[in-house]
């Protein structure tokens, strides 16, 4: 199990910046895919982001060109960066580790979360 702690949630403006981190304890994480999640109250939980272990990227349609994910391996640390936030982006988000095997992708930990709220 990979130990997870996130940081870096809160209020922000509408069209606001936010940038979460998620920083691993006592794993090193190099060789997972991370990625974030996110809740929203009565909507589907959503993987927002994922980046391999390569740094390869790819995000959900609804927030390319708004979230940039990128990780730091000598810092065991997970980021993402939020930009020109809407109403959408706020939710619970939440940072994993995950293994894939042939396709399938395994959480091996969970960040437990970081609440994002959008108001002016």
């Known amino acids: 199990q990979v130990e997870l702690v996130q940081s870096g949630g809160g209020l922000v403006q509408p069209g606001g910046s936010l940038r979460l981190s998620c920083a691993a304890s006592?794993?090193?994480?190099?060789?997972?895919?991370l990625g974030w999640e996110r809740q929203a109250p009565e909507k589907q939980r959503e993987v927002v982001a994922r980046i391999n272990d390569g740094g390869i990227t790819n995000y959900a349609d609804s927030v390319e060109g708004r979230c940039t994910t990128s990780r730091n391996n000598a810092e065991n640390t997970l980021y993402l960066q939020m930009n020109n936030l809407n109403s959408e982006g706020a939710a619970l988000y939440l940072c994993?580790?995950?293994?894939?095997?042939?396709?399938?992708?395994?959480?091996?930990?969970w960040g437990e979360g970081s609440q994002v709220t959008v108001s002016s």
């Open positions: 006592g794993t090193d994480i190099s060789m997972y895919t």
């Open positions: 994993k580790a995950e293994t894939c095997v042939g396709g399938v992708f395994d959480a091996r930990g």
